[in-house]
């Protein structure tokens, strides 16, 4: 078996009183497109940074590309691009200039480079701007630039943190179009997020993190089925209603959870005739998430 | 609106992983190096013109208002005409300005404000490589910039001699060493402003203490000695002796007092600025 493109055991990162990262284990396998799936302050940025490791680690031992961190970041680092949740493009630069820069500091051979960036470009779809400069790029070239820059020197590990948030839903999925082509030329994506369905759709293997670790771990199928059953009844009605749901929900020991303007019980498939009526809805991700951490997310 | 980009597999052919052959990796590369400054000559490529002028033209004010000014009261200090002290003087104030502002204010701003230090170290780039390569493109432009208040002053009656070349070494060196300075600072600094108070309090006293305009024999002994401490003091002994054919083994110590300065300032510079990028 092929070692893992990611290996972290036992990492913890502390900032002062606050624990970020709190004895994460976690293996990537090479080849997949990893989702790091977790709300806001899970530990998901902490983790990215540990392993570019521009963030070191309190304890417990990183492993990237079987380069051993941080001792070896730097030949871990030539082999995986990086494209971070915060935009920190030069804008004084045009997309070509900030590509060939990058060239550069990933070593792509001076022969290559030329040819390098103008794959980057039509990776991203900007040749018609390769000369425009990053300031007068729209939000969406520049998230496009940005996975460019991070492609430039073809890595067999990309890290994605945060890749869409902030976007607006049509840049978004040309984002995940993007991701998508990548996912199918088999380089290894680790991507932190916390949109559901961005995980849901892309990702092979989930990763459930709350409060700095791992608390599930397997595909969005696997993680749903497991953690919310099959099938989902959602229940609408008066506030009233929905507390006498809340409250036989309870009682009877079912997973629930309020949904929006109703409360959907989940694992309807084993209940028995005292479910309520509403309507069934084939269980989510959403539900597994909630599920496992008692936290909504977007 | 933006185009959905192309999902076709040729178009995301390149980014299939290559195989890639392990690379031994040192300290201070020279690859990762000419990727942070090949960013700075870029840049400089777009902002040459303001750059230029604002490292050359203050010095020249400088220039022109004592050599012109004073110069009608004054015309020796010690062996030299007085145009001829300043000219040489005020290089210590190109390369001082040309060197630590950069040092202070670009960093700051790269690492605060436009977060380019955490793209760059993402990338097969340390601290040490990053904050090397941002001096020594300072210090390149530093000694050139050097040059600038020269090149006014054979305009205005200096004579040109061969040893004026050598003030671009020097003013590399110098410029070094204080383009560390600024470095250091702005990963000191707590906000952008807390410049003003270098800028008063330190670099200004700085240059005005260093035998630039005046002898600093014409100082009260305490702060005489104290000027002996100022790196620019040593710059500009050694611009004037080089300047006019003066130099000598003594000289060697000025080099070696401004060695020591950039040698210092630089660790100091990747040590502080490294605690505030990685964490």
Known sequence: MSAPAIAIRGAIKRYGEITAVNGLDLEVPPGVCFGLLGPNGAGKSTTMRMLTAQTL???????VLSYRLPAES??????????????????ELTCRQILSVFARLYRVPRHERHAAVARAL?????????????SDLSGGMRRRLLVARGLIHRPRLVLLDEPTVGLDPQIRQELWSLIDSLRSEGVTMLMSTHYIEEAERLADIVAVMSAGRVIAQGTPAELVREHAGER??????????????????ARNGWRSRRSGPAIAIMRAEELGEEVPDGTSRPANLEDAFVALTGEEIE | MSTPPPASSASVAPATPAPTPVRRVRRLEPAALAGVMTRDVVLFGRYWKATTFSSVVQPTIYLLA???????????V???????????????????????????FNTFVRWRFQRTYDAMLAAPVDVEELVTAEILWIAMRAGVYGLAPILVGIVFGLNPTAGMLLVVPIGFLTGF???????????????????????????TPMFLVAGTFFPISSLPSGIRIVAKFNPLYHCVQLVRDASFGQL????????????????????????????RLID
């Open chain 1, 57 to 63: 680690a309190d304890a417990g031992e990183i492993s």
């Open chain 1, 74 to 91: 730097k030949q871990a680092r030539m082999e995986m691009g990086v494209v971070p949740q915060l935009d920190n493009l030069d804008i």
């Open chain 1, 122 to 134: 039509e990776i991203a779809n900007l040749v018609p701007r390769a000369e425009t400069k990053v």
């Open chain 1, 232 to 249: 989902v009844i959602e229940v609408y009605g008066t506030p009233e209603r929905l507390a006498q749901v809340a409250e036989l929900a």
């Open chain 2, 66 to 76: 004592f050599a012109a000014g004073i110069g009608a009261l004054v015309t020796k």
């Open chain 2, 78 to 104: 010690g062996r030299f005409s007085y145009l001829d002290y300043v000219a040489t003087g005020v290089v210590a104030t190109a390369v001082l300005f040309s060197s630590a502002f950069p040092g202070m």
């Open chain 2, 177 to 203: 060493g204080f383009a560390a300075f600024g470095v250091l600072l702005a990963a000191i600094a707590k906000t952008i402003d807390n410049f003003n108070y270098v800028t008063s309090a330190v670099l």
């Open chain 2, 248 to 275: 000598q083994l003594a000289d060697l110590a000025h080099v070696g007092v401004l060695a020591l300065f950039a040698v210092v300032m630089w660790r100091l510079a990747i040590w502080r600025l490294g605690k």
